[in-house]
């Protein structure tokens, strides 16, 4: 259900060398397993006969045991409705492999030798390279009835809804290359890796590190288990891991750092692979020529589950971030909103240094122009300019209210740059007169009139200074449309152009935490972080208080912002991005409040991409970007009627 797969990774309690009891454990799992809907059930290396067998594998009781498992899983995986994957040791050809066998429908659909082998495993095991064959019959390893089976690392298997999947036995997390980027590279989407991990110190971080690095290099799931601590310990302790890694993110792992006898579940979003596979386009033939080897030129693909199509998962094990912009670690969100301010300064350096002596903005004390400013300060003290080359210019208008416009001032003060007040009611009313609009009717002309006499303000002071004006508008503005065009909407570069606003909030708190600015600026950027978002075009009430928020017209941004990562980042239907919506807000907002605002999103992120078809220059900051010039291209005209009838229908 909306690309979710639901993997289970099992590590039973192994009795080294008993078949039949490893047997059971492997069955009562996958029964275990199935009742909780896994489509995947994923055991460690060699699990059928235990990897420290030693010299046992030399032993034709053992062998043949190993044999009779098979058959009893391929017997069950009829009544499964999941493939399941387990390791065995298995005679091909009078030679002796370590194999990662794939059961789905009754059968063993392929069997995967384990590629890189420790010199103490060649001691059992022969290497892929001896082969010599790429199929086999079932019967030749004692597996029936008759059929065939693909035997090759260089497989990729196709099961329900199309999902594409590989397999690699072995512990090749710290292999400076593994088959599974390869197979990655030939469309896998899940790779599993089904291992013996030894642990020592500092392993699992190291795991960990590199299930990141390669499920984000693979654009793929990449899913690991590894043997458990019942193994012997005549050597070594078995560790137990499992890891799932989505996309450069651990989305699950087992809890205990030595473990066993347990299953861990996982709901993966294979909607995210799929996304990133069609619009990277790292992952086409030029790649494969470039990376890959004569045997994985000839990878090849396998289905299973032919008449079983649909994943069981309904995604609900799968964590929803409200935020999806925002970390959730505070240390980690911390750097990253400094990251980006740095990125943002050295943006406008960049363009200052080309373009212009002096920077321009219109300070509102607003979260945006307050952001623009700090950047505009910190880009002229990296030029080694005077700050008094940023002019700050407060604009009140109608509904200015007296704590923004304080604090507007006072940090333009604390800053030590240019200041200048321009109040725009004058200027408004007599544009109002000249058009034949009642000053008393505050509709959108009223509100449009203040925003284009400020830029308009911005625009001629800069051309009077050689000034550079920095636009102040927002990621999240500008996905809705929710600026004036020709208005706030236009700017000689916008340095906030990349940053959402659920993140603006936490760039200004963390600055003024980092004491950048000082510690009386950092009092008077915490108020302003404190204060409601709004445009301040309408008058406030009688005690000086803002009667506009934003939010009450246009909707909370916390679910626009989520709107927009799913609907722009990974192209998500209108269906799955509000399923998602209300799992992430169940304790904020009901379900006729989250289609509301959806509806509302669509109909203004479709119809007001004019505004973003000529909007200045802004750097890209994350994942999420919408520029016109290669982030986000998309016609002015383009219907979203199919969109807004699916959410009718929600």
């Not at 950047?375 to 509904?399: C, H, W």
């Not at 009717?441 to 920095?470: F, G, P, S, W």
């Not at 239907?573 to 509301?596: G, M």
Request: hydrophobic share 40%.
């Amino acid at each position: 259900m909306f690309d979710y797969a639901r993997i289970a990774l099992a590590v039973p309690e192994v009795s080294v060398g008993g078949v039949k009891e490893n047997t059971e454990k492997i069955i009562g799992k996958i029964k275990e397993a199935n009742e909780k809907k896994a489509d995947f059930i994923v055991f460690p290396e060699l699990s059928v006969t235990g990897y420290t067998c030693a010299d046992l594998f030399f032993q034709k009781t053992l062998l043949e045991n190993a044999v009779l498992s098979l058959n009893k899983i391929a017997h069950l995986s009829e009544d499964v409705d999941a493939v399941i994957i387990a390791g065995a040791p298995l005679q091909i050809g009078g030679k002796l492999f370590d194999c990662a066998c794939v059961f789905s429908g009754g059968r063993i659909c392929a069997l995967i030798p384990k590629t890189l082998l420790s010199e103490s495993e060649k001691r059992w095991f022969s290497s892929p390279d001896e082969l010599g064959i790429k199929e086999i019959m079932s019967e030749e390893i004692g597996v029936y009835p008759s059929y065939k089976i693909p035997v090759s690392p260089y497989i990729v298997l196709e099961g329900k809804e199309g999902v594409k999947f590989a397999v690699e036995a072995g512990d090749t997390l710290g292999a400076p290359v593994n088959t599974g980027a390869y197979l990655s590279l030939c469309g896998a989407q899940i790779v599993f890796n089904i291992c013996a991990s030894k642990e020592i110190v500092a392993k699992r971080e190291f795991a960990l590190n590199e299930a990141k690095s390669l499920s984000s290099k693979g654009i793929n799931v990449y899913a690991c288990v590894s043997a458990g601590k019942s193994e012997s310990t005549s050597d070594a302790v078995y560790s137990g891991k499992s890891i799932v890694a989505e996309n450069g993110k651990i989305v699950s792992e087992n809890e205990n750092f030595i473990d066993g006898d347990y299953i861990l579940f996982s709901d993966v979003d294979l909607g995210k692979i799929k996304a990133d596979k069609i619009k990277k386009k790292d992952f086409s033939a030029e790649a494969k020529k470039l990376f890959c080897d004569r045997d994985v030129q000839n990878v090849r693909l396998y289905g299973v589950n032919p008449y079983k199509s649909k994943l069981r998962s309904d995604g609900k094990l799968a964590k929803i971030k409200k935020m999806p912009f925002v970390p959730s670690d505070k240390e980690e969100l911390k750097k990253r909103c400094l990251a980006i301010f740095d990125m943002q300064v050295a943006g406008l350096e960049k363009r200052l240094q080309k373009a212009a002596e002096k920077a321009i903005v219109g300070v509102s004390g607003g979260l945006d122009s307050t952001l623009a400013l700090l950047v505009s300060v910190k880009a002229m003290e990296k030029l080694g300019r005077k700050s008094e080359n940023v002019i700050g210019i407060t604009m009140p208008g109608f509904g200015t209210t007296s704590r923004t416009h304080d604090n507007a001032w006072n940090l333009m003060k604390e800053l030590g740059i240019e200041t200048r007040e321009i109040s725009i009611k004058e200027s408004c009313l007599k544009h109002f007169e000249d058009i034949g609009h009642d000053a008393e009717v505050h509709d959108v002309t009223y509100e449009n009139a203040q925003a284009r006499e400020r830029t308009q303000i911005l625009m001629d002071v800069a051309n009077k200074n050689n000034a550079l004006v920095c636009g102040t508008g927002d990621l999240s503005e500008i996905a809705l449309g929710w600026c004036t065009y020709n208005g706030d909407h236009m700017s000689m570069y916008g340095v906030n152009s990349g940053v959402p606003k659920t993140l603006l909030r936490w760039m200004i708190e963390t600055i003024a935490e980092s004491g950048i600015f000082g510690e009386k600026a950092g009092e008077i950027l915490k108020d302003i972080a404190a204060t409601p978002i709004s445009p301040e075009l309408l008058p406030p009430d009688k005690d000086g208080k803002m009667t506009q928020k934003t939010e009450d017209s246009v909707g909370p941004y916390a679910l626009h912002d989520f709107f927009t990562y799913y609907a722009v980042r990974y192209g998500f239907s209108p269906e799955k991005i509000y399923v998602l919506a209300n799992r992430a807000f169940e304790d904020e907002f009901d379900a006729e409040t989250v289609k509301k605002w959806l509806k509302v999103f669509c109909r203004r992120f479709f119809t007001q991409q004019f505004k973003r078809n000529c909007s200045p220059d802004g750097i890209k900051i994350g994942s999420v970007g919408l520029s016109p010039k290669g982030e986000w291209i998309m016609a002015s005209d383009a219907d979203f009627a199919d969109w807004a009838e699916i959410i009718d229908r929600l």
